[in-house]
């Protein structure tokens, strides 16, 4: 799981960026579902994932409030 990097996330359209959200949270899902039935042992995706859910967030509340830089 790679970081989602801000400055081209600002280049998306919201909707784009809402659908994003939702495969990111069916990622996180799914990743945590395997590690309870410890089919994978790495946790720091689960980690990459919550925090590119967040900056997903926070542009697209920058966004519909006009404040995108």
Same mark, same amino acid.
């Given at each position: ?26 990622? *996180?899902?799914? %990743?945590?579902?395997? *590690? ?17 859910? %967040?900056?997903? *967030? ?9 404040? %995108?830089?």
């Amino acid at each position: 799981m790679k970081d989602l990097k801000a400055k081209d996330l600002r280049e998306k359209s919201v909707p784009e960026l809402e659908e994003m959200v939702r495969q990111q949270r069916a990622n *996180l899902h799914k %990743a945590r579902r395997d *590690l309870v039935f410890r089919q994978t042992s790495d946790t720091a995706s689960i980690k990459v994932m919550r925090h590119n859910i %967040a900056r997903l *967030l926070t542009i697209i509340n920058e966004k519909k409030r006009g404040g %995108a830089q």
